[in-house]
C-alpha cells in the first residue's frame, strides 16, 4: 500500500502543475477539433499521459507541456499536420475600423474564427486568449520564435479578412 | 510607400516581442506612415474583438484529473480494481524510475561501462543508417565538429519499455549523449548536476543531456536545431 499513501503529495504538485492548465488545454482542442466529445477525449488521455511521464517535467512550465501534448493528439485525430505552407504567403495589411468590430456580434467573430485553418486558429488561440508569450508559443508548436511573429502576422491578416466577409452578409 | 517589409514587425510591435533595434526602425517609420499607424490600431481593435471570442472551459464532470483517490473504500476498490491497475501501474513504476531521470541513468551507464557508443563512427552517413533496423525511428544525425562538438558515434538505449537511438557527442572532456523519442518529452534544467535540453523537431524530441555549462548546452541545443533548417 506505500504507493497509495505516497500519492496524495503527487496528486497535490500535479494538479497545481499541470491540472490548472486543464481549461486552457480543453480550450485549444475544443477550437481545434471543432466538437466537445473529441476535445473531452483528447484531455483525459492528454492529462493522463502527462501525470504518467510527470518525473519527466524538470522546470515549472505545466501549461506549455499539456497544451503541447494536446495539440499533437488533436492533430492525430484531425489526421493531418497543419498546414505550414500558409506561412510563405505575405500578410495581407489589416484595416480594420473600430465600427467594423462594433456592428459584428460576438456570433461574427466565433464563425469568423472556425473558418480559419488550423495553423492561423491555433496561434491566435494561443496568443490573444492565453496571453502566451512568443517564446511559451514557439514550444507548444514546435517552431521557432520568429515564425510565431510572421505566423500570428498572417494569422490576424486572415481573420480581419474573414470579419470584413462576415460584415458584408 | 512600401510597407511590407513593416508587415510582421507590426504584430511583434502590438505584442510587445520585437526587439529594441526593430522597435525603434518601426517607431520612427510610424511617425511619417499614417497607413501603418491605422494598422497598430486595427491589430488593437482585432485584439479586442479576440477578447469577446468564446471561451470553453474544461466541463467539470466527466474529464477527471488522475487525481482523486484520497478515500480509500474497499467497494469501490474492487469494482474499479481492474480498470485502476492497468492505468496505476505503470503510473507507480514511471514514479520510481522517475526518482533518477531515467536520461541521467543511461548516460552515466554507458560512460561507466567504458563503452559509450556501439558503433564508433564521427560520419554522420554511417551513424543514421546504423540505426534503421534496430530502432523505429529515423533521428536526425548531425556532426558539429566544427562547432566543437564532435559527433562520437551511436548506441541504442532502453527507456520506458521503447528501443530508442543515442547519439554520443565530444566537448574538449566532455560526453553529451543525445536521445531521440517518438513522444513528447519537455526536459529542462539540471538534475543531479547534469544539465537536461529537450526540443521537438518533425514529430520527435530530442533530448541531450551531459555534465557540462548550462551555457554550453543552450549552445548545442541551438546549433542542433539550427541545423535542421
Request: proline share 4%.
Amino acid at each position: 500500500m506505500g504507493f497509495f499513501r505516497r500519492k496524495p503529495h503527487e496528486h497535490d504538485l500535479f494538479e497545481r502543475r499541470v491540472g490548472i492548465h486543464a481549461d486552457s488545454a480543453y480550450n485549444l482542442a475544443r477550437w481545434l477539433l471543432g466538437n466537445e466529445e473529441d476535445a473531452k477525449d483528447v484531455l483525459q488521455d492528454a492529462l493522463l499521459s502527462a501525470y504518467r511521464s510527470m518525473h519527466q517535467l524538470v522546470s515549472d512550465d505545466g501549461k506549455t507541456w499539456l497544451l503541447t501534448i494536446v495539440r499533437n493528439r488533436c492533430y492525430k485525430i484531425l489526421r493531418k499536420p497543419p498546414l505550414l505552407e500558409l506561412d510563405d504567403a505575405e500578410p495581407s495589411p489589416i484595416r480594420l475600423e473600430e465600427q467594423v468590430m462594433s456592428s459584428l456580434s460576438l456570433e461574427n467573430i466565433n464563425i469568423a474564427l472556425e473558418q480559419l485553418a488550423e495553423s492561423h486558429r491555433e496561434i491566435l488561440i494561443l496568443r490573444e486568449m492565453e496571453d502566451m508569450p512568443y517564446s511559451e508559443i514557439a514550444t507548444v508548436l514546435g517552431i521557432p520564435v520568429g515564425t510565431v511573429m510572421s505566423r500570428l502576422a498572417r494569422a490576424r491578416a486572415a481573420l480581419a479578412l474573414s470579419l470584413e466577409k462576415e460584415e458584408v452578409l | 510607400m512600401n510597407c511590407d517589409r513593416y508587415q510582421v514587425w507590426l504584430s511583434g510591435y502590438h505584442d510587445g516581442e520585437l526587439g529594441s533595434e526593430e522597435t525603434e526602425l518601426l517607431e520612427t517609420h510610424l511617425k511619417t506612415c499614417a497607413d501603418c499607424t491605422k494598422q497598430v490600431q486595427g491589430l488593437r481593435v482585432l485584439s479586442t474583438g479576440m477578447k469577446s471570442a468564446k471561451r470553453y472551459d474544461a466541463p467539470a464532470a466527466g474529464v477527471k484529473l488522475p487525481t482523486r483517490h484520497h478515500s480509500f473504500n474497499f467497494l469501490s476498490f474492487a469494482a474499479g480494481a481492474v480498470t485502476v491497475a492497468s492505468i496505476w501501474l505503470p503510473i507507480w513504476f514511471a514514479d520510481r524510475a522517475g526518482q533518477t531521470n531515467e536520461f541521467v541513468q543511461n548516460h552515466v551507464a554507458a560512460l561507466a561501462s567504458g563503452r559509450v557508443v556501439q558503433v564508433v563512427s564521427n560520419d554522420r552517413h554511417n551513424v543514421k543508417p546504423w540505426f534503421a533496423g534496430k530502432v523505429s525511428l529515423a533521428p536526425r544525425v548531425l556532426d558539429l565538429s566544427t562547432q566543437g562538438f564532435t559527433l562520437v558515434g551511436g548506441r541504442v538505449d532502453h527507456l520506458q519499455n521503447l528501443d530508442v537511438p543515442t547519439m554520443e557527442f565530444k566537448h574538449g572532456n566532455h560526453f553529451l549523449s543525445l536521445t531521440v523519442l517518438p513522444q513528447s518529452a519537455r526536459l529542462n534544467g539540471e538534475q543531479r548536476g547534469f544539465a537536461l535540453r529537450s526540443w521537438q523537431e518533425s514529430g520527435l524530441t530530442y533530448v541531450a543531456v551531459s555534465d557540462m555549462d548550462a551555457s554550453e548546452m543552450d549552445k548545442f541545443a541551438s546549433l542542433y536545431q539550427q541545423g535542421a533548417r
